[in-house]
């Protein structure tokens, strides 16, 4: 399943969540993302329904084993992406919010080629 942009974002904000909480419900993820409580219900069962997650009776969201595998990578092009924007003397703001837009549309390859560029010069 290809998720698109906005997903990506939910997932990834629902994926550092869940490392930081135990539990993690829908207001939680607005807050986090600062979006409205309708916008995240849609992005949580666009999610649900392609099985990056579960919600529970009481409204916990919980990662499935794809959901965790697909939130560490967009997590880690954020991550690396905004490590690398930092070594070129970007302040962490704006590194952190482009990161956030090139994470998104960066393939693969271009991606795995520059985390091996970088990792090799350190």
Known sequence: MSLKESGEM???SIYVLCKS???????DVADYMNFSKPSVSRGVGLLRKQGYITVDKNGYIYLTDTGIKAGEKIYERHTVLTNILRAVGI???TAAEDACRIEHVI?????????????KLK
């Open 10 to 12: 939910y997932l990834e």
């Open 91 to 93: 302040d962490q703001e």
């Open 107 to 119: 393939s693969e390859k271009t991606f795995n080629g520059i985390k091996d560029y970088f990792e």
């Open 21 to 27: 909480k135990q539990f993690v419900r829908s207001v």
